[in-house]
């Protein structure tokens, strides 16, 4: 099963409906003494069931599945930017949920503190977890880059009055690459200063590789 169906917003939205109908009973039917500690419970079986059973399995099952890099076929990042573009969208949704309905009915303080650390605790773990896979698709992305321009390069390229006129063979396709496989494949999933500082990471590895391709060529 790919990994996007593993993750799906409908099912977290479900979960969130779920779990608002326990905040609305604990809210009718507990003492009032005890609201924060059941509040608190609520708190963990959300994060439970959001990141450790929904959100990281998801993630996990893509990294233990995702194909190695071929250096025949060019790598695709969808799949994974798929399941992130889901992770986005339920994050989004529970950090919604945590501050409208989780923590304005949490009244002990030292309560509260516990329940933020808890779920700061779990969504720095996934946010680890994508930045790795983030990380990995950007390094099969370079390789991939590298690739096209060791083999679609000509010597030749960089004697011709006419190639600095015209952009290369080698040129031509790494634009292709990125321009219909790579940025807009990223846009969407990824947004805001995320997108901003992933494209910004690219560049650099790009300018990396193209620097070093170069380097190659008296």
Known sequence: MPSDQLLSVNVTTSLLKIHQRAVERCQLLCDPQNNSEVMKTIAVSLLTNFVSNHLEYAIDFYTVNRPPLDTKFEPTVRPFLTTIGNANITYHNLDKFFSEKILPNIHDSVIGNEVRKVRQEE??????????????????????????????????????????QNATKACNEVCQFLMNHVIDTFKGPIDGDNLQHVMMELGVRFHGALLDHLMTYP
């Open 123 to 164: 969504m720095s773990r996934i946010e680890e977890k994508i930045s790795a896979e983030i990380n990995h698709s950007l390094n099969s992305i370079t390789s991939w880059i590298k690739i096209i321009l060791k083999s679609r390069q000509e010597k030749d390229d960089f004697n011709s009055i006419c190639t600095a």
